[in-house]
């Protein structure tokens, strides 16, 4: 029996020669997934680094790595700054945070990521969590949808698509992808069915799991634990993460606005190491398509002034 892939990462080399690991660095690899990523820093560690890998999803427990220089966080990485200082770690020479997805939430038809299947609406990272897209759908007001299907779908018609889940409710709580997807679909044309399903969808698991603030808390958070020398590392895979992540890099807030100091020097403590943004090759999409919406963005901490 052929087994089921957890996850192949994307950029994978790309991401591991940006962080420029140190063989006695310390290391945090924001999101452990299938361990991808974490195996590939391991290898460049000698026996004094240290690698901590993030994830709130008890699947990945599973994959946690017989290493002694690892340590398997089961947190969200909204709480970095938390953990290290629980593990006695000041600072650290690299941070990754590969937010895109695993192929294992999208593959496995009970934790309610794709409507390539049927089964409960639920979408949760962190299976303990109380809210799930279900709950969301059932309780929220219109106005609270609409601005979720706008917000994290960027759908222009958030509104029809909000009184149509309001005036299904009138006749049953909704539970199932099939009959969510069926609800939906009248809304969007034939040819773009699949990209906008995809956008809803999107929007209601980033909803679930309060990504955008929890991406916020982990990038203000890294500033502080870099060492001066110190890597950040992130992959995005839609526009809402990515902007932020450009922006904060960029100005040093979510916003994008530059503020400067007396001599005109920008205000932000963190500088691109590539200043294009870096996505995946021709080769690389075709054997892992979901490759195709990566880009890479890398920053170090911006040198003061002797």
């Given amino acids: 029996m052929e087994e089921r892939v957890y996850h192949t990462p994307a950029l994978l080399s790309e991401c591991i020669e940006g962080l420029a690991i140190k063989p006695d660095g310390v290391y945090v690899d924001c999101t452990f997934g299938g361990g991808g990523h974490s195996k590939a820093i391991l290898e460049r560690l000698g026996r004094d680094g240290r690698l901590f890998g993030f994830d709130q999803d008890t699947d990945a427990f599973r994959n946690r790595l017989d290493d002694t220089r690892f340590t398997f966080v089961n947190g969200n990485f909204r709480y970095l700054q938390n953990f290290m200082d629980y593990y006695g770690i000041g600072k650290v020479d690299g941070i990754l945070a590969d937010l895109g997805v695993s192929f294992h939430h999208f593959d496995e038809a009970d934790r309610g990521f794709s409507f390539r299947f049927d089964g409960e609406l639920d979408m949760r990272m962190n299976q303990q969590s109380k809210r799930t897209a279900a709950s969301i759908l059932n309780t929220y007001t219109a106005e609270q949808l609409a601005d979720v299907f706008y917000l994290y779908g960027e759908l222009h018609n958030s ?10 409710r009138e006749a049953g709580e909704i539970r199932l992808i099939a009959e969510f997807s069926e609800l939906m679909k009248p ?23 309060d990504e955008m603030a929890a991406l916020r808390e982990m990038l203000l958070q890294s500033v502080d634990l870099l060492k001066k020398d110190g890597r950040l590392v992130v992959l995005t895979y839609h526009s809402l993460e990515d902007r932020l992540v450009k922006n904060f890099i960029k100005t040093g807030n979510f916003e994008g606005k530059q503020e400067k100091d007396f001599y005109g020097n920008v205000l932000a403590p963190l500088v691109a190491i590539n200043t294009r943004v870096m996505v995946a090759s021709d080769e690389e999409v075709a054997a892992n398509p979901r490759s195709r919406s990566a880009k890479l963005r890398i920053a170090g901490m911006k040198r003061r002034p002797a």
Avoid: G
């Fill in 159 to 168: 509104r029809k698509l909000a009184q149509a889940v309001l005036k299904r």
């Fill in 187 to 209: 809304f969007f044309s034939r040819e773009k069915e699949k990209k906008d399903l995809s956008r809803v969808f999107q929007a209601l698991r980033i909803e679930v799991n």
